[in-house]
């Protein structure tokens, strides 16, 4: 399958870049597009962590305020798990670092659920997705956010009990925790019923 880029622009470059193109692509069916144009919001990078508290079975998560929320008419403040953008380390570096800085905790295992596009039809970004267990002896910092970088924290606790009905109940907005909590509960129930 083919693509034919017409024409490409870049209409910000900051923090994000988003660039319009004007294209065509070939079809299922060998026929061509008409001309369409589509936006990329490029990013780089991100990762996000499920840290989960093996001695109090619980999970840590952390609420901030986000501006697209608000923007959507929401109050803005949003639970979610760990999450941050790779700058020039290893993913799995900066899911301990992100872990630390926001919530305060050093892991003792990382393991990589997966690497998924948080939104193919309009962004280039990446996350990759872990879950993070340790215990509370593991705190070893306030978390809170870096104040470098404006971030205002506040780290929330989940028992499993209420982690698993906020999921039943369609409580949980966010989808990089909704997928965590899945995987999580999923490869649970899969390892009590395998023979």
């Not at 992100?98 to 309009?122: D, V």
Request: proline share 3%; glycine share 6%.
């Amino acid at each position: 399958m083919k693509v034919n880029i017409i024409k490409k622009e870049r209409l910000l470059n900051d923090f994000f870049i988003v660039d319009s193109a004007e294209l065509r692509f070939e079809k299922f069916d060998g026929s061509w597009s008409p001309v369409v144009r589509r936006l990329n919001l490029s990013r780089g990078q991100a990762v996000a962590v499920l840290i989960y508290l093996k001695d109090k079975d619980s999970f840590v998560l952390i609420r901030q305020f986000r501006f697209a929320v608000y923007e959507d008419g929401q109050p803005g403040w949003i639970d979610e798990i760990v999450a941050g953008v790779v700058d020039e380390e290893s993913p799995e570096a900066c899911a301990r670092r992100e872990c630390l800085e926001e919530a305060g905790y050093e892991l003792e295992e990382l393991e990589h659920i997966a690497t998924i596009y948080t939104s193919p039809g309009i962004t280039t970004e990446k996350v990759h997705l872990y879950l993070g267990s340790t215990d509370s002896s593991k705190k070893t910092a306030d978390g809170g956010g870096v104040e470098s970088e404006n971030e205002d924290i506040q780290i929330v606790e989940w028992s499993r009990e209420e982690a698993l009905q906020k999921l039943l109940n369609k409580e949980i907005e966010d989808g990089k925790t909704i997928l965590a909590l899945q995987y999580f509960f999923l490869k649970e129930h899969l390892q009590k019923t395998s023979p």
